[in-house]
């Protein structure tokens, strides 16, 4: 069974960094797209970076571009997020989840951490 674990969230200020953790196990990861979404209250989930674990390339929403990095080590199945120059509207629930290889399906979720910007 595919787990997804999620670590790295907490309260930081405008202009502050933080380094999400996403841990993956309990199944194959080296074909598959991992990306990291994120939820405000009241927003719908929407994705803020993808990333390929076969070739790294990786790709971002416009609003996070230049301050947001993904990046992967293979050998330990875990994928990262380097925020940096966050803002409040970057506050929410960040998961990590794992895409179906060839399928627009995002087959396996992690339970969230929180990420909140105060201003």
């Known amino acids: 069974q595919v787990q997804l674990v999620e670590s790295g969230g907490g309260l930081v200020q405008t202009g502050g960094s933080l380094r999400l953790t996403c841990a993956a196990s309990?199944?194959?990861?080296?074909?598959?797209?991992m990306a990291w979404a994120r939820q405000a209250p009241g927003k719908e989930r929407e994705f803020v970076a993808t990333?390929?674990?076969?070739?790294?390339?990786?790709s971002y929403r416009d609003s996070v571009k230049g301050r947001f990095t993904i990046s992967r080590d293979n050998a330990k199945n875990t994928v990262y997020l380097q925020m940096t120059s966050l803002k409040p509207e970057d506050t929410g629930v960040y998961y990590c989840?794992?895409?179906?290889?060839?399928?627009?399906?995002?087959?396996?979720w992690g339970q969230g951490t929180q990420v909140t910007v105060s201003s």
């Open positions: 989840a794992r895409n179906l290889p060839g399928t627009a399906e995002w087959d396996s």
């Open positions: 309990g199944g194959t990861f080296s074909n598959n797209g």
């Open positions: 990333i390929s674990m076969l070739d790294g390339r990786a």
